[in-house]
């Protein structure tokens, strides 16, 4: 692969996993709530503190999906068998953020958390970034499938080690946009986003995951019946 060629991969796998990364975070759940009720004492910096917690976890997580189950990854029928389990658990989450779009609210007024102690200290949002992601089975039913499909593509690409890091930062960045502009809207006042606006952006992610699911879909069926 030439460096024309290399760039343009990198780019779109970066772009790849910056909107799959944004599809999840956009949806309410745990990290959410912590993310806003931190912001309501620490402000701006609390989402980039909280995500950093998550940064942490998942750094980990790649590292050991790669260092563990290198070799098995390159075998057609495993990334074949992962990439369609993954394209399965794609459409299954674009249809349920679709389903969700008639009701679905961003509720800043109220978060309840189990965030514990230490609310005031810039180690809290960092600490529960970690505990709340690592406590929530959809987290890791997404890396178990979504993240590892991914990861088995990008060893498949050949970009070695500059390809992980690049699928990484791609997701990491999804995370730290909407996290930190939870915490803008949090600090900044409500009109920053509203609900109608929310559910245009979880529409339009719950979209782009049905292209990816397909995509998933190809892949895998290229994989496998190429074994």
């Known amino acids: 692969m030439d460096a024309a060629a290399a760039t343009a991969a990198l780019a779109g796998l970066f772009a790849t996993s910056f909107v799959i990364g944004l599809s999840g975070a956009v949806m309410p759940g745990t990290v959410l709530a912590v993310t806003i009720l931190h912001s309501s004492r620490l402000g701006f910096k609390a989402g980039p503190l909280v995500i950093l917690g998550h940064a942490i976890l998942e750094g980990s997580l790649v590292v050991a999906l790669v260092l563990g189950l290198g070799g098995v990854l390159n075998r057609p029928l495993v990334s074949g068998a992962i990439g369609g389990v993954g394209a399965l658990i794609l459409l299954w989450m674009a249809w349920g953020m679709l389903r969700s779009l008639p009701g679905l609210r961003l509720d800043l007024a109220t978060a309840e958390t189990a965030a514990s102690?230490?609310?005031?200290?810039?180690?809290?949002?960092?600490?529960?970034?970690?505990?709340?992601?690592?406590?929530?089975?959809?987290f890791l039913l997404w890396w178990a499938t979504v993240g590892l499909g991914l990861i088995t593509m990008t060893m498949q690409m050949g970009l070695g080690a500059l390809g992980l890091l690049v699928f990484y930062a791609g997701h990491i960045c999804a995370d730290l946009s909407w996290y930190s502009l939870v915490s803008l809207v949090v600090t900044k006042g409500r009109r920053w986003l509203s609900d109608r606006?929310?559910?245009?952006?979880?529409?339009?992610?719950?979209?782009?995951?049905l292209g990816f699911g397909v995509y998933f879909g190809v892949f895998a069926w290229q994989q496998i019946s190429g074994a």
């Open 197 to 209: 606006m929310h559910r245009r952006v979880v529409g339009a992610c719950a979209l782009c995951l």
């Open 117 to 138: 102690g230490g609310l005031g200290s810039h180690a809290a949002p960092v600490r529960d970034g970690l505990l709340l992601s690592l406590a929530n089975p959809y």
